[in-house]
C-alpha cells in the first residue's frame, strides 16, 4: 500500500482524552502516524507537498473505537456487510469497529476470524477486529477455543445477545480467559425474567400492554457476575449497562477492585422507554429502554467514569424484520453514523465536559482491547475526526449508508457533523 501524503491540521480545536487537553492547537500526519503536536494554532516553515487542513476551529479528536457493532457478514449479508459498516463507520467518524460473533457461521472458531480480517484488509477503510465466542455456537454449554481465537486476533470474547446462564461454565470461561490474558464481555440479564419482554416493566408498559421485564433481571445477573469475576480474578466487560439499580452494584464491586470495564449504548444515554410512542419498533432495543430516571443515572455514571465506555449498539435489521407488531419485532438499532452527534448532544446539554465524553468512545475502548489508538501524541496512530460540533442534522434513515435504516435517531434533531475521518493518515470520508 501506498503511504498516504502528509497532512497538516492546523487553527483546530484539539482534544486529547489522554490528557485532558481541550483548547487551541494544530497536528501533523505523516507515514500513518501522528508525528507533531502543538497547541499554537499552526506550524512554521511547513513543507509545499503537505496538505494543509484549515480546521476553522473544529473539533479534532483521535478517531472513535466501537466496541459493539453487528453486521450480517458472513450468513446474512442483506442485513449489513463489512464493507456498508466500515463506510457507515467511516462516516461517523468511526475509525475501529469490533464485530460480534453472533454471525453464520459463529465465531467460535480461528478460521471465521481470520475471515473477517482478511475481509477487512481488503476493505482498506476503517480496522475492523472480530470478537470471539465465548461458547460453541453460542450455546452457553462447551466452552469454545478461546486461546486459539485470540491468536488469531480476537480482541476479546463474549456471547453477544446470549446470556450464559450455567455459572460453572461462565466460571471457567473466566478463569480460563483469565490465563490467556483474554477480556470477556458479558450481557447482563436473567433470561427467565426477560424472555419474551419487549419493555422495562412499569406503569408505561402496563398501559401499552407490552410484555415486560423488571430491571431486576439485569440486576441478579450483574451480581452473579461480578461474585465470578471477583473469585477468578478476571476482567469482566460488562455489556450494556442501563439501569441505576445495576449502577450501584457496579460502584460497589469496583471499589473493592473487582476488575471491570463497563459500556453502556448511546441508545440508552438519549431515548428513555416514553421514546416507543405509538409502538415505534425503531425503539424496540435490547436492553429495552428504561425510565427518565435510569436513563439520567446513566449519563451522571458516564460523567463521573463510572462508566467506562459508550458503545453505538448499532445491530442492523431489515424492514421486514421492524415494520411488525411490536413485540413481533427485532430488537435493535444501527447507529454507527449517529454515534458522535448522539454523544455531542451530552456535551451541549451541559451534562458533562466534552474530553470526557470523547474519551468514552476513544481512549477507554482502546485501552480496553489493548490498542495504540485513542490519544493525540506524537507516534500514534493516525485514527483521526474532524468534525463540526456546531453544525445542525436532521437525521434521515433513509440517507444513512447502513444497508439496513433502522435507526432509533431517525427524525431527530443532532448537532456535530463529520467533516474529514482517517485511518492510518488515510483519508477514507471527506464530507
Known amino acids: 500500500m501506498t503511504a498516504p501524503a502528509p497532512i497538516a491540521f492546523i487553527n483546530a480545536r484539539l482534544v486529547d ?84 460473533p453472533d454471525t453464520d457461521p459463529v465465531i467460535d472458531d480461528p478460521s471465521v476470524a481470520d475471515f473477517i480480517l482478511r475481509r477487512a484488509r481488503d476493505i482498506e477503510l476503517v480496522h475492523v477486529y472480530p470478537a470471539g465466542a465465548a461458547t460453541k455456537g453460542l450455546k452457553g454449554q462447551g466452552m469454545a477455543e478461546i486461546g486459539l481465537m485470540h491468536d488469531a486476533g480476537c480482541v476479546y470474547v463474549t456471547d453477544a445477545d446470549k446470556p450464559i446462564v450455567d455459572s460453572k461454565v461462565f466460571r471457567r470461561v473466566l478463569s480460563y480467559a483469565n490465563a490467556l490474558g483474554v477480556l470477556v464481555a458479558h450481557r447482563p440479564a436473567d433470561p427467565w425474567l426477560s424472555d419474551g419482554s419487549a419493555a422495562t416493566e412499569g406503569e408505561f408498559a402496563g398501559r401499552m400492554g407490552l410484555p415486560a421485564a423488571p430491571v431486576a433481571a439485569e440486576t441478579i445477573m450483574l451480581e452473579r457476575d461480578i461474585a465470578l469475576a471477583e473469585l477468578t480474578g478476571a476482567r469482566l466487560l460488562v455489556d450494556q449497562i442501563s439501569a441505576a439499580q445495576p449502577l450501584e452494584r457496579l460502584a460497589a464491586a469496583k471499589a473493592r477492585g473487582v476488575k471491570l470495564i463497563a459500556t453502556a449504548s448511546i441508545n440508552h444515554l438519549s431515548f428513555n422507554e416514553l421514546d416507543i410512542g405509538d409502538y415505534r419498533t425503531f425503539c424496540k432495543l435490547t436492553p429495552p429502554l428504561r425510565p427518565e ?139
Do not use: W
Open 293 to 431: 430516571s435510569d436513563r439520567l443515572a446513566l449519563i451522571e455514571a458516564v460523567a463521573s467514569g463510572l462508566v467506562d465506555v459508550i458503545v453505538s449498539a448499532h445491530a442492523p435489521a431489515p424492514a421486514e424484520d421492524k415494520r411488525l407488531p411490536y413485540d413481533e419485532a427485532a430488537p435493535g438499532a444501527v447507529g454507527l453514523e449517529t454515534l458522535l452527534p448522539a454523544l455531542l448532544t451530552l456535551y451541549h446539554e451541559g451534562h458533562a465536559p466534552l474530553a470526557t465524553l470523547i474519551r468514552a468512545v476513544t481512549l477507554s475502548p482502546a485501552d480496553a482491547i489493548g490498542l495504540a489508538a485513542g490519544r493525540l501524541t506524537p507516534g500514534a496512530p493516525a485514527d483521526l475526526v474532524l468534525c463540526d460540533l456546531e453544525a445542525p442534522r436532521l437525521i434521515d434513515a433513509a440517507e444513512l449508508i447502513s444497508k439496513s435504516k433502522n435507526s432509533a435517531f431517525d427524525g431527530r434533531r443532532l448537532q456535530g457533523r463529520v467533516l474529514m475521518t482517517l485511518v492510518d493518515g488515510r483519508v477514507v470520508f471527506e464530507g
Open 17 to 100: 482524552p489522554q490528557t485532558g487537553y481541550d483548547g487551541p492547537g494544530a497536528l501533523l500526519v505523516e507515514n500513518g502516524v501522528i508525528a507533531a503536536v502543538t497547541h499554537e494554532v499552526g506550524f512554521a516553515d511547513l513543507s509545499p507537498e503537505i496538505r494543509v487542513v484549515d480546521c476553522n476551529g473544529h473539533l479534532l479528536c483521535p478517531g472513535l473505537v466501537d466496541l459493539r457493532v453487528k453486521t450480517g457478514e458472513p450468513g446474512n449479508e442483506p442485513k449489513e456487510t463489512l464493507k456498508s459498516a466500515a463506510r457507515a463507520a467511516a462516516a461517523g467518524g468511526v475509525t475501529s469497529i469490533v464485530v460480534q
